[in-house]
């Protein structure tokens, strides 16, 4: 295996959600890994790029970045989980940064400047969700609260941090 990286886990932590390359093949594929078991299962292997999965709520569907009718860029799809046997693409002129509104109803992702929402109906085409000039940069640049408050990156340019501070336990919780 060459580079495996995490995109999701799973709502009970128990899957990991990851994208990465077989060495030698430059080729981007999605996997899961279940923690319990401590296997790991290969969800996609074709000759295109397929990165930043993300599971629904109910771990039922993934949404996804692929370049597998894009010709070189990206667009989003969604598959049954762990199945992989009921894709479709979901965005129209590209996208990627797929992610799941709380509730499930809908999957929203970047495309630009521009972040897109694609009803689970699939009726009609992707509406816009909002616009700005955040931040695109290697990995994630977005997350959403359970509320349904969404954080974003905003800059001119990303820098990377000089130093990260990781806080364990940072809320107590009473038993």
Known sequence: MG?????????????LLCFGQQK??????????DISERKKYQLTKNRFQEWGGV???????????SEKDMEGSFAIYLNRFPEMNEETRISAGGGEESKWLPDGSAVYYRNGSK?????LKLEG????FFEGDYLNV?????DIFPD???????GEEWMPPKEIDVI????????
């Open 3 to 15: 580079v495996i990286s995490v995109s999701d886990v799973s709502i009970n932590g128990k899957k």
């Open 115 to 119: 972040w897109m929402k694609v009803s």
């Open 148 to 154: 349904g408050r969404i954080l974003l990156l905003k």
């Open 55 to 65: 599971f629904s709520p109910d771990e039922k569907w993934l949404a996804y970045t």
């Open 138 to 142: 290697l990995g994630p640049s977005r």
């Open 24 to 33: 030698g093949t430059g080729m981007g594929e999605l996997y899961y890994v």
């Open 168 to 175: 364990i336990n940072a809320v107590d919780v009473a038993p």
């Open 125 to 128: 085409e992707p509406e816009l």
